[in-house]
């Protein structure tokens, strides 16, 4: 495949998806992110374009597919990237569940690719920040995780929100949250209020 070939697949699965390249920068700059890790990826790159250091995992075969151009990748991520030093992008095609051979990051993503902050948590460094959507039931799984804390919120604004964190993740009339459930559904459950995504810290 040539050059114009994946960066072409590239850049339509961000008109599918929706750019979020203002999320990426938005969470990077405020946590001052160096290091990622981007479990269930698929093909969305941008989080390359902002921090220096991401490791990418998919067990898609097309998403391996579309790593096999590693050099490809890479010059274009270098000609686009907002930052100075060149980047370094690893690809992994296994499950993430299973070990993974990499250094403590400062940021995970979690983008609609099942449990993957709980699966994953062990390389985030204590400190580091976990971006997620409850889509799959990550968000709620992090929020009721001893390991992690609440920090922040982000919604379509792309604006970081710290204030009235309690008033997430809190269920009509009082209603408990049942984590088997979430887990078993593999979906986020509904609350009074929610946003687009979370941040949560690993505190220990
Ligand atoms: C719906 S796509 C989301 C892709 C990307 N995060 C995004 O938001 O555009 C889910 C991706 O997660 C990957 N995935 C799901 N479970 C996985 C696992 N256990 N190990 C590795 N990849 C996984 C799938 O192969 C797929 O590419």
């Keep these: 495949m040539n050059n114009d070939k994946i960066i072409n697949e590239y850049q339509e699965y961000q008109d599918k998806i929706g750019s979020r ?3 990426y920068r938005v969470v990077s700059q405020k946590f001052d992110i160096s290091s990622a890790l981007y479990p269930g990826c698929h093909i969305d790159l941008s989080p390359s374009l902002v921090i220096p250091n ?3 995992v998919d067990n898609f075969k097309g998403t391996i597919n579309f790593f096999k ?6 010059a274009f991520i270098n000609e686009h990237k907002e930052y100075k030093e060149e980047c ?5 095609g296994q499950d993430y569940t299973h070990e993974l051979v990499v250094e403590p990051v400062d940021l995970i993503i979690s983008q609609y690719a099942g449990f993957v902050g709980q699966a994953t948590k062990e390389y985030l460094k204590v400190g580091g920040i976990l971006l997620c959507n409850d889509s799959h039931g990550d968000a709620t799984l992090a929020k009721f995780d001893d390991d992690f804390r609440l920090v922040g919120t982000i919604d379509e604004d792309y604006e970081i929100n710290h204030f009235h964190l309690e008033d997430y993740f809190v269920r009509s009339e009082g209603k408990p949250v049942d984590l088997m459930v979430v887990k078993t559904k593999m979906k986020g459950p509904s ?3 929610s946003a ?3 941040l949560f810290q ?3």
Excluded: T
């Design 191 to 193: 609350y009074s209020k």
């Design 88 to 92: 370094e992008v690893l690809f992994f």
């Design 21 to 23: 390249l203002e999320l």
């Design 196 to 198: 687009a995504n979370y």
């Design 202 to 204: 690993k505190i220990k």
């Design 69 to 74: 151009h590693i050099n490809q990748i890479k």
């Design 54 to 56: 991401v490791v990418y």
